[in-house]
């Protein structure tokens, strides 16, 4: 949906901006923080993770550009470099290539530091991310090294909340309280922003984002309660990541042909269609080894039940 200001919807999508892929990442840290680099075993750390989110991050990427420039002439992958599609720099698929990014300066960095800093490295993205704008460091073409140090916080948060879980559940009312407050922070920053320019902020690199992104997700971490459905779609989250447009373009495209000017029904079936379809992607894709391997970055079955 293409809405403005003051829509509903607007500000609703534009209010996720600062907890959307924050969140993924900071799955991504407790991902990381099951199986931390080795650097023993550095190779074979790396080729896993080139098999389970570059693989299947090309093939969804090259997808969509086939599609938005062979079929349709239009879409967010029109027109892109098909340098920048291989490389994921279009489109959604800039958080795979940042996260990649992520996975080895962090990964090396923890297990050079024998997984001993842990909050000093988050303190350090931190401050980082506040600064990065300020300092004289140039675009590298292709590399989405912004997008980085703009999630390297919430990965580190991911990672320190898991590997300092006892002692972190132990304070779980002080850091509800400081999650609450920060989050208040980042609602009252945005509130000035929007008062001041019209729109809530989309500045990723400062005070607002960090508090909002961070305070959400402490809050959604000690106070959400568990909801059987998002367990079930778990297993299909990444699938659902790749491929939402295939969902929402759809709708988009059948309701622009039906001349329907419902926000709300667009929304609707929008969000819908965006969890439905690569939900069944992934079903079909699960039936073979080849595609499991290729779509969905997972190992064969009969490999997956031998480890």
Known sequence: MEVGYPSVWRFFADALIDVRMPLFAFIAG?????????????FRFFIGKFHRIFVPGVVASVFFWLVCNLIFSSGFAYGANPVATVLLSTGHFWFLQAILLIFLIVGVLDAA??????????????????????????????LKINSAVYLAPYFLLGLLLFRYHEAIMARQRIIIVVATCLFCLGVLLNIGVYQETGQLSRNRFDLQSLALGIGIILLTQFMFPKIGLFDRLAAYSFTIYLYHPVGTGAVRRVIEVLDINSTALHFTIGVTAGFVLPCLIHTMADRFDWSRRMLLGLRPKNAALLT
């Open 30 to 42: 407790v991902v990381y923080a099951l199986r931390p680099l080795v650097l023993a075993d550095a």
């Open 113 to 142: 530091l024998k997984y001993r800093f842990t909050t000093f490295l988050f303190l350090g993205a931190l401050a980082l991310t506040l600064v990065w704008k300020l300092l004289p460091i140039p675009d590298v073409r292709y």
